[in-house]
């Protein structure tokens, strides 16, 4: 199929889907308005209006098709605006068709110009880069207003509860002045407050909601309503409270502005040299036709693949550098339903029992780095990478034959020898090479064979062009035999299988610092709590403990067994959790809170507030250090394509080139000499 039918089945295929959900539009369109026209409830004259965003995600959430990526959009405005079942759709429905249509722009600008794997590669690429943009920006942006607004809320919020004293009344009051975002955060927030049973709501808002400013505003708000507000050095413990979660608000805006300034366009520069590949190798087989054999053989196909691998692994990076997604507990229904399957369930036995000491270690990592899996769906989630893996690796080694069969099928550089003959006869004597070459792989061929049928047919007039064409014949032959499967390849694949096998684990490995960064915080909130407590009559240390756990995330599990376990003695159960998590800060605060048994809260935890104040000011200048590496890291992350793409794609060819040439020189010289 040549450009101009390419883009004749392009424009024909995008007016029928045009065509087609137009009429679909239509039918939709009519059926809601007949319903909203003559329907029960409608109690004035007006002519009801449409909501169009409203009918497409309608259409589009029952496509099989789109259905599983519009959930994973309303999935994340779910947290920034919850309750607001209409306007989530209506935000994912818009952000959903800013992305198809990018999409489509791609898929025609690159079609357009050709049908090749390269174009079908770059375009899938580019694809995931354009959407997965468009859905980062969106997301940053959302939150980045979230934050600034909540920052505002908790200034008014402060201000009304200086002047009644009441928490539920200023939390409403500051909501009335507030907007969207953060005004259904507060409405949630002022329904828990005034709940009876706020128990159920809370649970649920913080299972939906994982950021933790919200939910420290939230366990404040509900610590403070239930035992009181006392005055610590004549300052209210609320409003004190309020003033370091702005610090911390503070900071956290002033880190994400400056990772977003100093990574802007890092990922563009990444992204950007995969799409001269085809330009470079064009410009290079003009200069020096001889490269052809290279860029449309194995190794510029396999160069191909790993410069488009370095790429997406550099892409991936600088995204979560830049972007530091805090973890939240995930749904993992796939691997559930996979790991319960009878044969997938005894294969998976027979692994963890033969590497039983292996198993115990990989759980306590997977619990130690925050992973939602158990130890079985994690193998079966590497299993599964290993298998991809291969079935890749497979795949591109048939394609790598097929694309070297094709390379000896079509014309190409002559031997040394015919450097003398005109450019037709070169040409015309390419084509009967060809021809032959056809011919003779539908049978078995000798050099004899070759020579008897060349001259025989008499197709090509001269001696010596004969014996040389039946030469290169042959050669081309026995080449193009040559290409299948062999055993090596084989080992090849079974090793990229064992390597992806390993790739869930290298993420965690490389996630382990995020983790821990993640764990200062949550014992930086464990602080607040035990700030708040501290001054309470009737706190102790189980009351501590539930509070803990309902500001954790990462340690919650290790608390609700502790919690479950502290009737049957508290010395015991804080030892095991020590055991459990032996992360030095917690391990610390655990220690504090074993010595309030015999001294008292007030006196264990009496140096808590200073390493508060020193927790804010390490954690400004950690910020800014990390910061600084992740900008120096990310640029030099950011030019690795770049690098890759000039020494390996342009420099590597023409030396390796330019060494056969002079070795063919070299040969010709010493056989003059002999």
Same mark, same amino acid.
């Given at each position: ?11 024909? /295929?995008?007016? *029928? ?31 009801? !209006? ?54 489509? *722009? ?24 354009? !959407? ?46 507030? #907007?969207?975002?953060?005004?259904? @955060? ?9 709940? *009876? ?63 977003? @300034? ?89 692994? /963890?029992?033969? =590497? ?28 599964l990478y290993g298998i991809s893996g291969f079935i890749i690796c497979i ?31 070169? #040409? ?124 954790? @995330? ?25 055991? #459990? ?32 104040? =020193? ?7 950690? =910020? ?8 120096i890291l990310g640029k030099t992350i950011a030019f690795i394509p770049f ?32």
């Amino acid at each position: 199929m040549n450009n101009i039918a390419m883009i004749r089945l392009v424009f024909v /295929l995008l007016c *029928v889907s045009v065509t087609g959900f137009a009429v679909l539009w239509y039918t939709l369109k009519n059926r809601l308005l007949f319903r909203e026209y003559y329907s029960i409830y409608r109690t004035d004259n007006r002519k009801p !209006g449409v909501d169009y965003w409203c009918l497409l995600y309608d259409f589009f959430i029952h496509f099989l098709l789109t259905r599983g990526f519009l959930r994973v959009l309303t999935g994340k405005y779910e947290i920034l605006y919850p309750g607001e079942d209409r306007r989530i759709e209506k935000k994912a429905i818009r952000l959903a068709v800013k992305i198809w249509g990018t999409g489509a *722009v791609i898929l025609i600008i690159f079609f357009s110009f050709n049908n090749s794997w390269y174009d079908i590669l770059l375009a899938v690429f580019y694809l995931y880069v354009a !959407g997965n943009g468009l859905i980062l920006f969106e997301e940053q942006k959302e939150k980045k207003k979230l934050l600034l607004q909540f920052d505002g809320f908790l200034s008014e919020v402060r201000q009304y509860y200086q002047m009644h004293g009441m928490i539920d009344e200023a939390v409403y009051e500051a909501m009335e002045l507030c #907007k969207n975002p953060i005004k259904l @955060h507060a409405k949630f927030i002022y329904g828990i407050l005034t709940e *009876v049973e706020e128990d159920k709501k809370r649970e649920e808002y913080n299972r939906h909601i994982p950021d933790r400013f919200l939910k420290t505003f939230l366990n404040l708000c509900l610590i403070i309503q239930k035992f009181g507000d006392p005055e610590v050095n004549g300052q209210s413990l609320f409003l004190m409270n309020i003033r370091y979660l702005r610090q911390e608000i503070h900071i956290e805006s002033l880190k994400r502005d400056k990772i977003r @300034h100093l990574f802007s366009g890092l990922t563009l520069v990444a992204v950007f040299p995969v799409m001269l590949l085809k330009h470079i190798e064009d410009w290079a087989v003009n200069s020096l036709p001889q490269l052809d054999n290279f860029y449309s053989g194995t190794p510029g196909i396999l160069l191909t693949f790993f410069i488009f691998l370095l790429t997406f692994l550099s892409y991936q990076l600088l995204i979560a550098m830049r972007e530091e997604r805090r973890a939240y507990q995930k749904d993992n229904t796939i691997l559930q339903a996979f790991s319960k399957r009878k044969g997938i369930s005894r294969l998976l036995d027979i692994i /963890l029992e033969k =590497n039983y000491g292996r198993a115990k270690k990989k759980e306590e990592f997977l619990r130690l780095t925050g992973e939602n899996l158990t130890v079985r769906q994690f193998t079966l989630k590497s299993l599964l990478y290993g298998i991809s893996g291969f079935i890749i690796c497979i795949l591109l080694i048939f394609f790598i034959h097929g694309a070297n069969k094709e390379l000896k099928l079509k014309p190409g550089e002559l031997p040394y020898a015919t450097s003398a003959l005109s450019e037709d006869k070169a #040409k015309a004597l390419s084509e009967h090479i060809i021809s032959y070459t056809r011919q003779f792989l539908k049978e078995k061929a000798t050099l004899d064979k070759i020579e008897k049928t060349i001259e025989i047919e008499g197709s090509i007039k001269e001696k010596y062009l004969q014996k040389i064409a039946a030469e290169d014949i042959y050669i081309r032959v026995m080449r193009i035999k040559a290409e299948y499967f062999k055993w090596y390849e084989l080992i090849a694949a079974f090793m990229t299988s064992l390597g992806f096998y390993y790739i869930p684990s290298a993420i965690l490995m490389l996630l382990k610092k995020v983790r821990q960064r993640e764990m200062e915080d949550e014992v930086f909130s464990f602080q607040s709590v035990i700030l708040i407590l501290m001054h309470m009559k009737r706190a102790d240390i189980p009351v501590i403990l539930e509070w803990m756990e309902e500001f954790s @995330h990462i340690f919650r599990d290790s608390l609700r067994v502790c919690n479950t376990e502290l009737p049957k003695g508290e010395w015991e159960a804080l030892e095991s959790l020590k055991k #459990k998590e032996p992360f030095k800060p917690f391990s610390k605060l655990i220690e504090e809170l074993q010595n309030s048994d015999k001294i008292g809260l007030k006196r264990a935890f009496d140096d808590v507030e200073q390493e508060r104040a =020193n927790y804010l000011e390490k954690r400004a200048l950690d =910020n800014e250090i990390s910061i600084q590496e992740k900008a120096i890291l990310g640029k030099t992350i950011a030019f690795i394509p770049f690098a890759l793409t000039v020494g390996l794609y342009i420099i590597l060819p023409f030396v390796l080139e330019g060494l056969g040439m002079y070795k063919v020189y070299i040969d010709q010289i010493n056989g003059a000499g002999g």
